[in-house]
C-alpha cells in the first residue's frame, strides 16, 4: 500500500497537490483527524474493492488533534505499513498574496493578523517538517510545475532524481529572491542593453542567447557551474534535501541571467534532473539595465 501523508503551511498548495494525486489514483481524504490515520489504513487494506494508494490531507485545522500525528505514524509503522510526507511550503511574501487574493482568512489569524498566524503554524509544525520526506516549496511553481513535481514523485521515475531544482533568474537592482539556496552573480559578463539592437529583447531571444553564452567568460562560467552542481547534488540528495533554489541575477534580469538560467536549466534536464524555471523580473521595465 502507498500511504501518503500531505501536510504543511496553510496556503502552500495541499488541496493541490491532493487533487494531483486523487487524479492519479489515489484515494483522498482531506482534514482527517490524525488518530483516524491507522483505521483508514485498516479498512482500505480489507475493503472488498482493496485500495491500495491512500493519500491523506491533516494540517492545523486540526488543532490539538494535529499532536496524534506521530502516535498514529508509528501505529501505521506498527502494524506493517510504509508512509510518506509530502510537505508543503511557501515563502511569507507568497502566502500573504495568495491570502489577499482569495480572501480567505488563515486558519490561527485573529483579527487580520495574518503573518504572526503563518508564523505560529510554522513553529507548529516544524517537528512535522522535519520527519518529512519530501519538502516541496510553491513560492516559484505554477499549478502545472507543481503537477509534474508530484508526477515525478510517485512515478519514481528516472527523470526525477531524489530534488526539485527550481532556478531563477533576476535582476539585483530589484532585490535578491529569500528563498534562493545558492546565488550566482553574473555581471561580470558583457551586457547585451548596451548593443541597440539587443536592448528591448530578453535572454530568450536567440540573439541575446548567442551573443551571452558565446562570451569566454560566460563558457568558463557555466563549466565550473555545471562541475560544482555535479558535486553538490548528490551530496543534497544523501542529506535529505529535496528541494534546491538556483539564483541567477544580473542587473535588470532581463538578458544576461536569463540567457544563462535558461542554459543551466537545460543542461540539468538532459542529467534527468527534475528542474523548473522562473524569469522573476523578464517583464520588468528594461530601460535602465546598465550596471
Keep these: 500500500m502507498r500511504f501518503i501523508v500531505i501536510t504543511g503551511i496553510s496556503g502552500a498548495g495541499k488541496s493541490l497537490v491532493a487533487k494531483y494525486l486523487e487524479d492519479a489514483g489515489f484515494f483522498c481524504i482531506d482534514n482527517l483527524p490524525p488518530l483516524l490515520i491507522p483505521k483508514i489504513a485498516e479498512i482500505c487494506s480489507q475493503s472488498y474493492r482493496k485500495m491500495d494508494k491512500i493519500a491523506l490531507v491533516t494540517d492545523i485545522r486540526g488543532g490539538e488533534l494535529l499532536n496524534d500525528l506521530f502516535p498514529a505514524l508509528d501505529a501505521l509503522t506498527d502494524e506493517g505499513h510504509t508512509y510518506e510526507i509530502f510537505f508543503m511550503e511557501a515563502s511569507d511574501n507568497v502566502l500573504v498574496k495568495r491570502y489577499k487574493e482569495s480572501r480567505r482568512s488563515h486558519p490561527l489569524a485573529q483579527e487580520g493578523r495574518l503573518k504572526q498566524a503563518i508564523a505560529e503554524e510554522r513553529r507548529v509544525l516544524q517537528k512535522i ?53 545558492l546565488v550566482f552573480d553574473v555581471r561580470f559578463i558583457p551586457n547585451p542593453f548596451y548593443i541597440e539592437s539587443m536592448r528591448k529583447l530578453t535572454g530568450k531571444h536567440d540573439d541575446v542567447r548567442e551573443y551571452v553564452l558565446g562570451m569566454p567568460e560566460t563558457i568558463e562560467f557555466n563549466e565550473k557551474l555545471n562541475s560544482m552542481l555535479d558535486f553538490l547534488i548528490p551530496n543534497y540528495i544523501r542529506e535529505g534535501k529535496s528541494q534546491l533554489v538556483i539564483g541567477i541575477g544580473c542587473t535588470g534580469g532581463r538578458h544576461r541571467s536569463v540567457a544563462i538560467a535558461e542554459e543551466l536549466l537545460k543542461n540539468l534536464t538532459e542529467k534527468k534532473h527534475k528542474a523548473v524555471i522562473e524569469h522573476r523580473d523578464i517583464d520588468k521595465d528594461g530601460r535602465s539595465g546598465g550596471i
Design 129 to 181: 517538517k522535519e520527519r518529512a520526506d519530501y519538502v516541496i516549496d510553491t513560492s516559484n511553481l505554477t499549478p502545472k510545475q507543481l503537477s509534474e513535481a508530484i508526477t515525478g514523485i510517485i512515478d519514481n521515475s528516472e527523470e526525477f532524481g531524489g530534488i526539485i531544482i527550481n532556478i531563477i533568474s533576476f535582476g539585483f537592482k530589484y532585490g535578491i529572491p529569500i528563498e534562493c539556496d
